[in-house]
């Protein structure tokens, strides 16, 4: 599984405003929709549920919100780089600024844990974050996401 598998130039935004982990993810909620055909408050909800049991903030300014929806017929992705970190209740208390939202179908078992492993690796390269937080532009973003993805994989 390649991170170009799950997003693609329009799933990924460079200046995201937001104040809140909960503005992040209805902003992330209401652009994934558009992109999954899905409603954006089943895909808020499946997030919020996700977060109550423990936060996706994973540290060093980093969170990958995901969850599962019966009526998606594949994963999908959508990476933003915040224009200003926000508190994300992180487990090193860290506020985040580049968010890799997940969501896969209802059926998805293991490919659901390979994709959540490939952009948790992928974004646990302290380079490959750094030029994030440097990209100006979602192609930019994009092209550092599924390259870096790639070189990895090689």
Do not use: W
């Amino acid at each position: 599984m390649e991170i170009s598998d799950l997003i693609t130039v329009k799933s990924v935004e460079a200046n995201l405003r937001v104040t809140s982990k909960k503005q992040a993810l209805q902003e992330l909620s209401k652009r994934t929709a558009e992109i999954t055909g899905q409603h954006e408050r089943a895909i808020f909800d499946v997030l919020m549920e996700r977060e109550r049991l423990g936060t996706t903030g994973v540290g060093h300014g980093i969170a990958i919100p995901h969850g599962k929806l019966a009526s998606l017929d594949r994963l999908y992705g959508f990476f933003a780089r915040l224009e200003t970190p926000v508190d994300f209740q992180s487990i090193d208390e860290q506020p985040v600024d580049l968010v890799f939202l997940l969501l896969a179908p209802e059926t998805a078992g293991a490919d659901h844990l390979k994709a959540l492993a490939r952009v948790s690796r992928l974004l646990r390269d302290a380079s490959v974050c750094e030029k994030l937080r440097g990209g100006d532009n979602s192609e930019a973003l994009y092209v550092l996401l599924t390259q870096a993805s790639a070189s990895e994989a090689a």
